[in-house]
Structure formats: structure tokens, C-alpha cells
């Protein structure tokens, strides 16, 4: 177990592009944290960088203080799980679950009993004396997950998109014993993944990735309440955030002629060029009504589904789209309806980062909401 | 029962009647006139039915039996020799840029040369007189070497030219296993303190076993049919030393136009082979 810090820590494949831009973090000890980004991000190129089978170009990556940039794999004593299982196919569960710590010079009965400890938390007891080879892919992860635990002393066990090829039914066997795990053994686990549910129900705190930056590196709840990046509030959520082209009035901020927040509190954003602003609502808090009233917008209907927990409008403010996710079906009927918003979730960003100390106008309708969520 | 639930097409058999006809005229016929010469005695135009007695004869026959021990035990030195070195050949390959193709091009070479030129390569280049290496085994380190009157050195030789020739095979087929292999299980081993010896034990060696059994078969098939090469380069001598089964049937076949002892000879060497291949797969097949 150990304090992870990466500090400017760059790289660049041959004469490629950047695969990770100037990055600065730290994994706590015993924490639980989730890389999460879309697909060439850098996060895998990260994990490499942590575990030492890639070299960063530039950087130093600290173990508790210890730089270890120069230190193998087995040196570091991480461990990791990789996106389809590893195992040694031609030895029993018992014997892969043994082989690191046999590799590393532990005495038999420690080590028969180490592994019968890890098979025992991880629910494979009665899978000790099996060949590898003759598991399912789930079983195989939860013992490929088994070798990454059976050093006591690990650093960091680290996790590449564990459970991409696991059927959905089984991963969720899966993730109950990572969580075992945790709470057990309290390793730091860094787990890399480009889906968010997987990230948001692993993770005390996310790190969301973005053309080889770290865009924000908070608990689920922040990432979903408060991004600080128009990527973020993009990538997290199903559908993301919707972002308004915003006009400047004053100190005030204004959608489709409505005024929605008030800046007096941020200098520079008054005078900034109209283009650089947006405002970001999630779609659960945008509501959809079917007369106009004060504060309202109008929006024309482009498509209505049925998502089964909730009704999904797919709405066209001023050509801007903009999806709202409705507990019930709204009392909308025809083409068009008028549209508001819980001002409390409303954000701004200037030039795609959020902007603090934004402070809500009280729409006059929030008073009635049917929501009934306070503005804060 | 299972019901029928489409009408049978007997046509279909149409399409495979020219394939049938072919393989008849090129196998099947040419396999039961040796069938029908093994059962006769045949001299001239006479031809007497003797059933067995060629069967018998080949079997009890010292030299034909001293030619089967004798190729026995080249196939077994040949495994021992190609299939390690052909192992160690594979690994040291290199995987990627200019130096694997190169590699690749290098190991295919030896596989590409006709077997009788391979021979005729061997008997020069073993000759101490005009030969690059007879000369200098002879001339430079000074030792007693003659592969044509020297038995010990006929089978070195014999060894070592089906080693130069045969050894790329496995090595290719091994490199190609090795290939195979993602890479995660190489980072796993890394991660897990594995040393060179293990990664290979407990990751490479499992995943070629199909490949390597691929090699063993096809490398014991063809050292316990190798005829061109030895004949070309010493004839099956010097005496008898490397007189292998293939050399023997043929003095016999060809050479003594003994068509029954021939025929009984041939079947019972072909019916050796397939019985060997097929326990070996099967036992193969039963542990993989």
C-alpha cells in the first residue's frame, strides 16, 4: 500500500502525438479511484506508466516518497488486472494464485495459506484444485483478480477495463468483490474505464481523462453536480449536459431572452465576448410545460421516447438542441413547449471551464415546481 | 430417428464424381496394384499367389530390420536436435521492424532448396579435397573427417545436413506461436516477478503445444521417409550406415525389380507411418 504521486509526468509514443500532457496527481493510500475517459484518452498509456512497462518521457512518478521511475514491475511490487484474464494455463488455481509469491521467494505454507485466504474472500474456494483452463471468463477474472491480491505488501493494484469481457450478469458478481476487497484489505485500486456507471460505482473519486490532461479529478457526486469542464459534463451522464448559447446583459446572463444567472460576483465574465460563454443544464433538471409563463422558453419538439424509468424530449431551442429527461410525461401536446429550469443545477462555463461564484436567478416558477427543488 | 425435413439431393454426388475419378487414377488405383503385387510372386509372366509370405519375409528380413532400427533412431536424434534448437531459433527470432523480416527470410531459405540440391550442396561441402567445410575440418583444425569412408562421419554429416534443413521449420512454426501469444501475459509474468525460465515453463511452452506437435509430426514423418538427401550425398553408405528404410526399398523396388518383396515392403512402411501419426495425434488430441 502506497501513496502514489506522478508529478509532470508526459509522454509520447515514438514521434506520435502526446499521449499524456504534463500531469500532476495523487492516488491516496487506500483509496479507490477510477480513470475514466473516452477511448485513446492516455489512461491506459497512465496505467503503464504507474505499473512500469512504459518509461514516461518526461516526469517523476513517487512511491510513498521513493521516485521509482527506474524500477521494473516486480520492483515497484504493483499488480494488476488486465481488460481479459491472465492466467497460467497449464497450472491449477491454486498454483497461479501462488506463483508471485513463489516468485518471490515465500516459504510454501505461507504462501498455500495466503492463497487459500484470497480464494476464500473472493468466493473460489471450491475452485482451488481446477485447471485454469477450465474456467468460465468470470471465474478466470476473479482469479486473475485473486493473484493481484495474494501479495500482502502490494502498492497499488491496478485494473484495465477488468470487466469488458464479462456477461453483464456476472460483473456485478465481480464488482461486489472488488468491494470486499477494499473495504478488507484497503489497497489503493486504480481502475481504468471508459464506462462511467463502472467508474461512478467503483470509485470514492473519479479522474476523468481528456486528450492525455486529467480534466477533473472528483467524487462521483461533484462530477455529476459541478463539472468543471464542459467535458466532463458531456461525458458523464446519460445524456450529458446540455450546453445554451448565452448573451451578456449587464451582470447578467441570459438564454433565449430569459435571465438565468447573475455574474456580478465574477469579474472578467461581464466584459468577456459572448461566444465564449455557454450555460450547461444536466437534463433531469430541465422541465418541460405546455403554456408559456414567466421565464419560459420556447422550444419546439424534434422527438419524444419512452425510456421506460423516465420520458426523453429531444427539444430545439433557437436551433440549439437540447434534451430534458422527464420523471413523468409532461402536459405537453403538438410541436412546441415552453421550457425552464431548476436554476440551482444551472452553470457557466467561459471557454469550456466552469465558471465559480455564479449566482442563480429564482425563476418564479421554481416556487410551484412540481420537482420542488430549492435553488440554491 | 431424426425427421427429414428437406428433400435429399442425390446430385450433389455429381460434383464430387471428378475429384473421386482423379484421386482413383492417382491414388487409389496405383495402391492396390501394390496391394496386388505384395500377395504374388511375379517373374516374367509368371505370377504365382503366395499371400503372406512377402509380409513375412519383409518382416523377418535382418537388413530390412537393421534399416527400420537404424531409421528409428535417426528420427529420434533428429527430434532431440530439431525440436529444441528449433525452440531456441523461435525465441531469439526478433518480433518487429527490418531485422524479423530478414530473420524470416534468412530461416525460410534452407526450406526453399530442392532436397536433391540440398544433398549436392552437402556432398561438396563436405568433401575434404574441394569442399569449404571437409576442407577445413581436414585441413585447418586438423581432423580425421571422410563423411564417404567413415561411418561415424557419414551419420554426423547425414545429421547435420537434415538439421540445416529442417530445423528452420520448427523454428518458424514456433516463431509463429509465438506471435500469438497477447501481450498482457508477458506484462502478467513481469508484474507477478516471473524470470526468464518461468515465462517460458509456465506461459510460451503451454501455448505452442499445438504447434510443437504440428513440428514433432511433421519432422518424425519426414526424417523416417528422408530419402533424397542421405542418397544423394553418400548413397546409404558408407557399408550400410546410412542405408535408412526409404534407400533400402528402393534398392529392393527399383534397384532388384523385386515387385512382391517390394510391395509387401511398401505397405507395411506406409501402414507403419499412419498407425504412428495416428496414435500420436490421438494421444496429442487426448491431452491438449
Not at chain 1, 356 to 365: K, S
Not at chain 2, 34 to 46: H, K
Amino acid at each position: 500500500m502506497a501513496e502514489i504521486v506522478l508529478s509532470h509526468i508526459s509522454h509520447r509514443y515514438g514521434e506520435g502525438d502526446q499521449a499524456l500532457r504534463n500531469i500532476d496527481l495523487v492516488w491516496e493510500n487506500g483509496g479507490a479511484y477510477a480513470l475514466l475517459g473516452p477511448s485513446g484518452c492516455g489512461k491506459s498509456t497512465m496505467l503503464d506508466i504507474i505499473s512500469g512497462l512504459l518509461a514516461p518521457s518526461e516526469g517523476e512518478l513517487r512511491f510513498d516518497g521513493v521516485d521509482v521511475s527506474g524500477m521494473s514491475p516486480a520492483d515497484r511490487n504493483i499488480a494488476q488486472v488486465f481488460q481479459f484474464p491472465v492466467l497460467y494455463e497449464s497450472m491449477t488455481v491454486e498454483q497461479n494464485l501462488r506463483f508471485p509469491l513463489r516468485n518471490r521467494g515465500i516459504g510454501k505454507i505461507e504462501a498455500q495459506k495466503r492463497a487459500q485466504e484470497i480464494s476464500e474472500l473472493l468466493e473460489i474456494g471450491h475452485l482451488r484444485r481446477r485447471r485454469a483452463k477450465e474456467l468460465s471468463a468470470d471465474a478466470k477474472q476473479l482469479v486473475s483478480l485473486g493473484r493481484a491480491l495474494v501479495r500482502r505488501d502490494v502498492s497499488a493494484i491496478l485494473f484495465d477495463e477488468p470487466l469488458t469481457v464479462i456477461d453483464p450478469q456476472k460483473k456485478w458478481g465481480i464488482r461486489q468483490a472488488l468491494k470486499r476487497v477494499h473495504q478488507e484489505l484497503n489497497h489503493t485500486l486504480v481502475y481504468v474505464t471508459h464506462d462511467q456507471t463502472e467508474a461512478l460505482t467503483f470509485a470514492d473519486e473519479v479522474v476523468v481523462m481528456s486528450a492525455g490532461e486529467v480534466v477533473q479529478k472528483a467524487t462521483p457526486d461533484v462530477l455529476f453536480e459541478r463539472p468543471a469542464h464542459r467535458f466532463v459534463g458531456n461525458f458523464i451522464g446519460s445524456p450529458g449536459m446540455n450546453f445554451l448559447p448565452a448573451t451578456v446583459n449587464g451582470s447578467r446572463i441570459a438564454v433565449g431572452g430569459v435571465d438565468l444567472l447573475d455574474v456580478s460576483g465574477c469579474p472578467g465574465v461581464t466584459d468577456a465576448d459572448a461566444s465564449d460563454l455557454v450555460v450547461g443544464i444536466r437534463p433531469e433538471f430541465v422541465r418541460c410545460h405546455g403554456a408559456d409563463g414567466s421565464g419560459r422558453i420556447r422550444a419546439s419538439i424534434r422527438r419524444r421516447q419512452d425510456l421506460g424509468t423516465a420520458f426523453q424530449f429531444d427539444l430545439s431551442i433557437d436551433g440549439t438542441r437540447v434534451v430534458a429527461k422527464l420523471p413523468a410525461h409532461p402536459d405537453v401536446s403538438g410541436a412546441e413547449c415552453w421550457v425552464d429550469f431548476d436554476s440551482g443545477h444551472l452553470m457557466l462555463f467561459f471557454k469550456d471551464q466552469a465558471v465559480e461564484g455564479v449566482t442563480p436567478l429564482r425563476v418564479p416558477a421554481d416556487a410551484d415546481s412540481s420537482r420542488g427543488e430549492p435553488g440554491s | 430417428m431424426t425427421a427429414t425435413l428437406k428433400p435429399r439431393n442425390n446430385r450433389a454426388w455429381l460434383f464430387v464424381l471428378p475429384v473421386l475419378c482423379s484421386v482413383a487414377f492417382t491414388a487409389i488405383l496405383p495402391l492396390l496394384m501394390v496391394i496386388n503385387f505384395s500377395v504374388q510372386d511375379i517373374f516374367g509372366s509368371n505370377r504365382v499367389f503366395v499371400g503372406a509370405e512377402w509380409f513375412l519375409d519383409v518382416i523377418e528380413d535382418p537388413d530390412i530390420r537393421a534399416s527400420f532400427w537404424r531409421n528409428i533412431a535417426f528420427s529420434v536424434q533428429i527430434l532431440l536436435i530439431q525440436i529444441p534448437l528449433g525452440i531456441l531459433l523461435g525465441l531469439g527470432m526478433p518480433k518487429k521492424g527490418v531485422m524479423a523480416s530478414v530473420a524470416l527470410v534468412v530461416m525460410a531459405l534452407p526450406l526453399l532448396i530442392p532436397h536433391n540440391v540440398v544433398g549436392t550442396i552437402w556432398q561438396i561441402f563436405g568433401r575434404g579435397d574441394i569442399g569449404l567445410g571437409g576442407h577445413m575440418i581436414t585441413r585447418t583444425l586438423g581432423f580425421d573427417y571422410n563423411y564417404a569412408q567413415n561411418p561415424a562421419d557419414a551419420w554426423l554429416t547425414v545429421l547435420v545436413m537434415d538439421t540445416w534443413h529442417w530445423a528452420p521449420l520448427v523454428a518458424l512454426l514456433v516463431y509463429a506461436g509465438l506471435q500469438s501469444i497477447p501481450d498482457p501475459y508477458y506484462r502478467a509474468a513481469s508484474i507477478d516477478g516471473a524470470r526468464r525460465l518461468a515465462v517460458f515453463r509456465y506461459i510460451e511452452l503451454p501455448r505452442l503445444q499445438g504447434v510443437l506437435t504440428i513440428a514433432l509430426l511433421l519432422r518424425f514423418m519426414d526424417s523416417f521417409m528422408v530419402y533424397t538427401e542421405p542418397f544423394v550425398l553418400t548413397g546409404g553408405g558408407p557399408g550400410t550406415t546410412t542405408n535408412f528404410l526409404s534407400i533400402s526399398l528402393q534398392k529392393i523396388a527399383v534397384g532388384q525389380f523385386d515387385l512382391g518383396r517390394g510391395g509387401a515392403f511398401s505397405l507395411l512402411y506406409f501402414f507403419f507411418i499412419q498407425m504412428f501419426c495416428f496414435l500420436f495425434f490421438q494421444l496429442m488430441r487426448r491431452r491438449l
